[in-house]
């Protein structure tokens, strides 16, 4: 009788693996035409090969090129920042904080209600930085204590719980931020204003022709990211984060306080989230209510495809999800025939959530699970 068993889940077991073998050769194949193809396309416009799926495809100059990669790591950028708040408290407490996305946004509406204030009283345009400081010190403000208020009122009392049950309470959180936040304001998307001329204008780096507003965000998340490094690897509170992360009974019997390490695990996290939502409404202008859910869940698929958390990973993922998104659709579905590639740029970033799933389960720069996790 065992073993039949044992005949019968080793058959599935089978199966699943040649499903699975399918799956990444069919993939990995359909990428690998796809370039080919948009090669063909650029050396050899006239090419059978090039114009089999798509005789209308035009290639892209390279100034295209370089225009789609910076924005794909600007937006990547973002991405990053967010998915550092998911890595930091799935690190900590073992579980994925789906309403991270309405702390960024929380963020991204301060920005807009601050900027609007100071545009109505003429500092928009003419003391553009020092606005801007203030409108990123607000909006980190904000975001951190929401994150702080989440953890104290929402997540705390179900720290002993199942994991499923902070999970389903995350969710809930998220639903009722979203509707507070429409309740308050409206549904209606909002408008950051106008940025001041010489931000917004292309600059020259290095064959680059880069918009100001890029430029922008990648230093401010550059060095937002500089910053947790150093807090994390380099303080006491850094420190104190990492021992909880990886045992909390043990931390908490070398004398360090586990509840205030947690807050502050939530503090930060929310923190990157204020700064990647002023970087959102400065690059995008427009912010809503649900400004937070696309690229919350997105910068979650960036913390999965990095290796959930790793810091280092979760920017890094961020990164490569942004470029992909940004590039891939005219490098590889256009040459194929695909309709509509510009409202592909979801699809794209979940396909390559797949793809890194298939190949590396634990993310490309490997997962920093606790002990109680890796047993």
């Known amino acids: 009788m065992t073993a039949t068993i044992n005949r019968h889940s080793a058959r599935r077991v089978s199966k699943v693996d040649r499903f699975l073998t399918f ?5 990995v194949g359909l990428i690998v035409v796809g370039v080919v193809a948009f090669l063909a396309q650029q050396f050899a416009p006239d090419n059978a090969f090039a114009r089999w799926r798509n005789p209308d495809a035009m290639g892209l100059t390279a100034d295209q090129f370089k225009g789609l990669l910076i924005s794909g790591l600007s937006q990547g950028a973002m991405y990053g920042l967010i998915a550092l708040g998911y890595s930091m408290v799935y690190g900590v407490l073992g579980f994925i904080n789906f309403a991270h996305g309405e702390v960024f946004m929380a963020g991204a509406m301060t920005g807009f209600i601050a900027s609007e204030k100071f545009n109505a009283n003429g500092l928009w345009e003419s003391n553009f930085l020092l606005c801007l400081v203030l409108i990123i010190i607000m909006a980190i403000g904000i975001s951190t204590l929401l994150a702080v208020l989440m953890e104290r009122v929402a997540y705390r009392p179900l720290r002993n719980s199942p994991r499923l049950i902070p999970l389903i309470t995350s969710i809930g959180v998220s639903f009722f931020i979203q509707n507070a936040v429409m309740g308050l304001f409206g549904p209606a998307s909002k408008s950051y204003p106008r940025l001041p001329e010489w931000l917004a204008k292309q600059r020259s780096i290095l064959t680059f022709e ?60 929310g923190a990157m ?11 995008f202008r427009g912010v809503t209510h649900m400004t937070g ?19 280092g990973g979760a920017m890094a993922g961020g990164v490569a ?5 940004s590039v891939a659709p005219l490098v590889i579905l256009e040459p ?38 890796r047993a």
Not at 219 to 227: I, K, R, T
Not at 273 to 283: H, N, Q, T
Not at 321 to 325: I, N
Not at 351 to 368: I, W
């Open 336 to 373: 194929l025939g695909v309709p509509g590639v510009s409202q592909l740029k979801d699809a794209v970033s979940f396909t390559v959530l797949v793809l890194v799933l298939l190949f590396k389960p634990s993310g490309l720069f490997g997962e920093r699970l606790s002990a109680e996790d």
């Open 273 to 283: 989230a204020g700064v990647a939502g002023i970087l959102w409404g400065l690059l």
């Open 210 to 269: 880069i918009a100001g507003t890029k430029i922008l965000v990648l230093v401010v998340a550059s060095v937002s990211m500089l910053g947790l490094w150093y807090l994390v690897e380099r303080t006491k509170a850094g420190k104190a984060m990492r021992a909880v992360a990886e045992d909390k009974e043990i931390a908490a019997l070398m004398g360090i306080n586990v509840n205030r390490t947690i807050v502050t695990t939530f503090a930060v996290g």
């Open 321 to 325: 999800l942004g470029s992909a998104e």
């Open 293 to 311: 859910f696309l690229p919350g869940i997105k910068a979650f698929t960036a913390a999965v495809i990095g290796g959930i958390g790793n810091l």
């Open 23 to 27: 799956i990444r050769v069919f993939l």
